[in-house]
């Protein structure tokens, strides 16, 4: 499963690549045991991104994707749950989220779960966006 959609995204992001014009790019990426399977995504500037999030744990968690200064800001945060902005999700217990985003700059960004221990227990990646 795990294998499956990080080939599946792989696929698609190859397709995207070779297309004349960049096509709408979807990435999926699951989390179990609290880790990302995809801790390194390449997306294209521009164009929009449907990261499709699936938590297979009993417990939620966030995926928010930003630069260094978004971060520190999240590390001191005191939210209780996201939803309401593109960047910061909430992924309930056993659900899936999605979240479309259109990255203007290349550049690279950081996702991170910002619950308490999180981060230092490994659920960090970094998208790189080309331009
Ligand atoms: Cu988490």
């Avoid at 500037?45 to 297979?56: H, I, Q, R, S």
Wanted: proline content about 6%; some cysteine.
């Amino acid at each position: 499963m795990r294998l499956a959609s990080r080939l599946l995204a792989v696929a698609v992001l190859a397709a995207a690549a070779s297309a004349c014009a960049p096509g709408p790019q979807t990435v999926t990426i699951t989390i179990h045991y609290s880790l990302f399977d995809l801790t390194d995504v390449t997306v294209q500037a521009g164009v929009p991104v449907t990261f499709v999030l699936v938590n297979e744990d009993p417990i939620d968690h966030e995926w928010l994707i930003g630069d260094e200064g978004f971060h520190d800001k999240h590390r001191s945060g005191t939210h209780a749950a996201h939803g309401d902005v593109p960047t910061e999700v909430t992924i309930p217990a056993l659900a899936t989220v999605e979240t479309t985003i259109t990255f203007d700059e290349p550049g690279i960004m950081a996702f991170i779960c910002h619950l308490p221990g999180h981060e230092a227990y490994g659920m960090v990646g970094t998208v790189t966006v080309e331009g």
